[in-house]
């Protein structure tokens, strides 16, 4: 099946420092690609939208300026945590469908463990 | 809008016995469903997936799925309980038409020896 990747997969960087995730499609081309955000114990919430070549769409209560994301190819999104705080400490996934007709499936990164100091 | 319902956060099962993982989805149109699996620290592993086809759906690791439309369920069910079954699971769906995706709040299986 379709591959994801994600790297770093864990990241420690300390209070007011940038992070930059990324997420690519190793075997296939993603014009969408979506970010999550899962707290310990809980469910996947998504963040945004990602999209090859114009803006990112962001859910509500998510900010644009705190969670920049550039989807510069049909294979790469970043996603890029500013000026990071303790409690965007969190798991962030990435996924990206791929789609023909009815058959449609989203196959997600391994994650990436942020931790803020 | 979807959503989905995970009853039972945590569940626990002996090895060998049946697993039944409830999900119940409210969709305004046709749904396409997912179980996924994740396990500590890792990504999301389809399991299984309805999308209008057959609606008893066989997934890997012998999970299975049965879509009843009436009942707007997506029960997730396993003969019988093997160690490494222990993860969290969630029931997703999604819309037709768009991608977005719906996520339960999960249920985390512990399977005792």
């Known amino acids: 099946g379709a591959v994801v990747s994600q790297h770093p997969s864990r990241v420690i960087c300390k209070s007011g420092t940038s992070v930059k995730i990324e997420c690519r499609s190793l075997?296939?081309?993603?014009?969408?690609m979506f970010w999550y955000r899962q707290f310990p114990k809980q469910s996947l919430m998504l963040m945004a939208t990602s999209n090859e070549g114009s803006k990112a769409t962001y859910e509500q209560g998510v900010e644009k300026d705190k969670f920049l994301i550039n989807h510069a190819s049909l294979t790469l999104s970043t996603l890029t945590v500013t000026s990071a705080h303790p409690e965007d400490s969190s798991f962030y996934i990435c996924s990206a469908p791929v789609a023909g007709g009815r058959s449609y499936e989203q196959y997600f990164g391994p994650g990436t463990r942020l931790t803020v100091t | 809008a979807q959503s989905v319902t995970q009853l039972d956060s945590h569940v626990s099962v002996s090895e060998g016995t049946p697993v039944l993982l409830r999900c119940n989805y409210s969709?305004?149109?046709?749904?396409?469903l997912f179980w996924y699996v994740q396990h500590p620290n890792k990504g999301l592993q389809l399991l299984l997936k309805y999308t209008s086809a057959a609606t008893l759906v066989k997934g890997i690791n012998g999970f299975e799925a049965e879509f009843k439309k009436s009942e707007t369920s997506f029960h997730l069910t396993k003969p019988s309980a093997h160690m490494s079954d222990a993860a969290e699971y969630f029931c997703?769906?999604?819309?037709?038409?768009?991608?977005?995706?719906?996520f339960g709040k999960g249920n985390q299986v512990v399977v005792i020896p």
């Open positions: 997703v769906v999604k819309n037709y038409g768009n991608n977005r995706l719906a």
């Open positions: 969709s305004s149109y046709s749904p396409s």
């Open positions: 075997d296939f081309q993603a014009t969408t």
